[in-house]
């Protein structure tokens, strides 16, 4: 009797199954799944509130977990009664049911959590294209850690992908005699959420240095503070410069 108290007043959606046969569901089970009445989904098997397509999925879980091996909370399609979907966060455990061993399902609808994260996920993709298509490098670091490097910093730094740089301390790729004034600059950023333009040099990672326009910002990475550093590579203009002021000298002698 607790228990179909306890299922009555539950916001979620609780169904109990033997062997495979829904026995009981609760109202909020009932709205979820779009029934007219309990007498709608009871007796029905329990299989046929999952997505054809993710019912091999949960079958192989369902016996992995009999055995103490499956996990205990899954995010797959639910089907309603009128053929539609909806993603459902699934919990279940076994009980005592009128006497005989029993499984409870609880089930959440969090389609619009799984949307939201899609949307996420297609932005940060989206994202990234652009980011990777930028001719300036594009560097970030969280914890003194370089954990993004776009293609153009890549080739800047002389990496032959990205797990050439993702990893490694963000001092690496920085002359030891300007580390100190790139720290002094990271703790301008962090107070004041951006750092001017400057000139500087950087290091690649045979060695060599090269001329850089940099900048950086506050920026959050997988919810952590991170650096984000916007490098150009300014080496063809310095030569320029080089070269210029070679003729001019030439000419006043």
């Known amino acids: 009797a607790r228990q179909r108290d306890f299922a009555e007043i539950s916001p979620d959606a609780m169904l109990v199954h033997l062997d495979g046969e829904i026995v ?16 709608a989904l009871l007796g029905r098997n329990v299989i046929e509130t999952v997505h ?13 977990w ?8 899954m995010e797959i399609r639910r089907r309603r009664l009128d053929g539609t979907y909806f993603f459902g966060e699934g919990r279940h ?15 959440r609808d969090v389609s619009e959590r799984i949307s939201v994260r899609k949307a996420l996920e297609d932005s940060e993709a989206r994202h990234r294209q652009i980011v990777d298509l930028s001719p300036d490098g594009i560097v970030i670091h969280v914890d003194d ?9 890549q080739q800047m730094f002389g990496a032959s992908d990205e797990t050439d740089l993702i990893g ?3 001092l690496a790729v920085i002359p030891d005699d300007l580390q100190d004034s790139v720290l002094a600059r990271r703790e301008q950023v ?3 959420g951006s750092a001017p333009i400057i000139e500087a040099r ?11 326009e940099v900048t950086g910002s506050r920026y959050i990475w997988d919810g952590q503070p991170a650096t984000l550093s916007i490098l150009r590579d300014i080496s063809d203009r310095e030569r320029a410069q080089q070269a210029r002021f070679a003729l001019e000298e030439r000419y006043r002698k």
């Open 168 to 170: 490694l301390g963000s």
């Open 66 to 73: 009999r055995k103490g091996q499956g996990e205990d909370v």
């Open 24 to 39: 009981f569901v609760n109202d909020a089970a009932v709205a979820l799944f779009g029934a007219e009445g309990r007498d």
């Open 145 to 153: 850690r370089i954990v993004f490097a776009n293609h153009a910093a």
């Open 52 to 64: 054809p397509d993710d019912r091999g999925l949960v079958t192989v879980n369902w016996d992995a």
């Open 202 to 212: 950087r290091k690649r990672l045979d060695g060599t240095e090269f001329p850089v």
């Open 93 to 107: 455990r076994s009980i005592q049911w009128e006497g005989q061993s029993a499984y409870l399902v609880v089930i």
């Open 190 to 192: 962090a107070a004041e």
